[in-house]
């Protein structure tokens, strides 16, 4: 099942992703007969994220036999980020042991976590700003993932359970303001830098999400190829690590690290220019692509 956030006369709606076309997430719960609270994704997740794989199953059918459902082509439908209002937005730095070396640094003993803000977050067609306030963006290819259930204390063994799905994120990073200081904040944090997307891919569609091809592109060129297999710390691992000292909530996004190849690191380095176009490739998953706007 892959879930989206779109744009609708009355707000943004939930929706899912079949065949090209959009249908409302909403009027497919009511086709159901399930309970309905709201037309947002993180209210979705937290009624049902308990049950999103046979959900999965139902809706494949229901698109078929309820025609009203359809809200449109994806071509003619604006998509927001797939959980547009997350409480938590965490994210894991130095996850891959090639990107490490590139940095210089020692391999973790723990995964290396830092916090965006939900004001950072765009969409998979929203243009990436922060080129009026840095000089040196730099890209990030990840696989963001998305928490369905509340999340306390979770053993490894069992935290992919709490997992709704996953999402290509690309974690623009502002290099001039993250090394101004030993906290990285402020490189990470710009306003609507931050795109992911277009959709939520649940993990019975997924499939092993410790062996998907990550790829990022600039301007078409090949920067970034690696495997999740190559983490450092395994997603299951993260969502375990993080639920140990704080209360996962459905829609919190988790941003799971980048390989090697950031522009930051390359000589001479690869800063990105307003009218760039940098793509984020994840196997199974979905491509997000997105353009660096003006100054």
């Known amino acids: 099942m892959r879930i989206v956030s779109y744009v609708h006369e009355h707000g943004?709606?939930?929706?899912?992703?079949?065949?090209?076309?959009?249908?409302?997430?909403q009027r497919l719960?009511?086709?159901?007969?399930?309970?309905?609270?709201?037309?947002?994704?993180?209210?979705?997740?937290?009624?049902?994220?308990?049950?999103?794989?046979?959900?999965?199953?139902?809706?494949?059918?229901?698109?078929?036999?309820?025609?009203?459902t359809w809200v449109g082509d994806l071509r003619n439908i604006q998509l927001t980020?797939?959980?547009?209002?997350?409480?938590?937005?965490?994210?894991?730095?130095?996850?891959?042991?090639?990107?490490?070396?590139?940095?210089?640094?020692?391999?973790?003993?723990?995964?290396?976590?830092f916090a965006k803000f939900a004001t950072s977050m765009i969409g998979p067609a929203d243009e990436i700003e922060g080129a009026d306030v840095s000089s040196n963006l730099d890209f990030e290819g990840e696989v963001a993932v998305v928490i369905g259930r509340t999340a306390r204390r979770v053993p490894e063994a069992?935290?992919?359970a709490y997992i709704a799905g996953l999402?290509?994120?690309?974690?623009?990073?502002?290099?001039?303001?993250?090394?101004?200081?030993?906290?990285?904040?402020?490189?990470?944090s710009v306003d609507r830098s931050t795109p992911w997307g277009p959709a939520l891919v649940t993990l019975d569609e997924a499939g092993d999400i410790q062996d998907l091809d990550l790829v990022t592109r600039v301007n078409g060129t090949e920067v970034q190829r690696s495997n999740t297999k190559y983490q450092i710390f395994p997603i299951a691992r993260i969502v375990s690590y993080l639920s140990s000292f704080l209360t996962l909530e459905p829609g919190d996004v988790i941003a799971t690290g980048t390989p090697q190849g950031i522009g930051a690191k390359r000589t001479p380095p690869l800063w990105l220019r307003p009218g760039d176009v940098i793509d984020v490739d994840v196997e199974r998953i979905g491509l997000l692509s997105n353009r660096v706007g003006a100054y």
């Open 81 to 113: 980020s797939p959980v547009p209002d997350p409480a938590k937005v965490l994210c894991v730095g130095l996850n891959y042991k090639d990107h490490v070396a590139e940095t210089g640094r020692a391999l973790p003993e723990y995964p290396d976590v």
């Open 158 to 160: 069992e935290a992919l």
């Open 29 to 68: 719960l009511l086709a159901s007969g399930r309970i309905v609270t709201s037309p947002s994704v993180r209210d979705f997740l937290t009624t049902h994220g308990e049950d999103l794989e046979k959900l999965s199953d139902q809706f494949a059918q229901l698109v078929q036999d309820n025609p009203h």
């Open 12 to 25: 943004v709606r939930g929706g899912i992703l079949s065949e090209g076309a959009v249908y409302d997430l």
């Open 167 to 188: 999402a290509p994120l690309n974690d623009i990073s502002a290099r001039d303001l993250q090394y101004r200081g030993t906290q990285w904040l402020a490189g990470k």
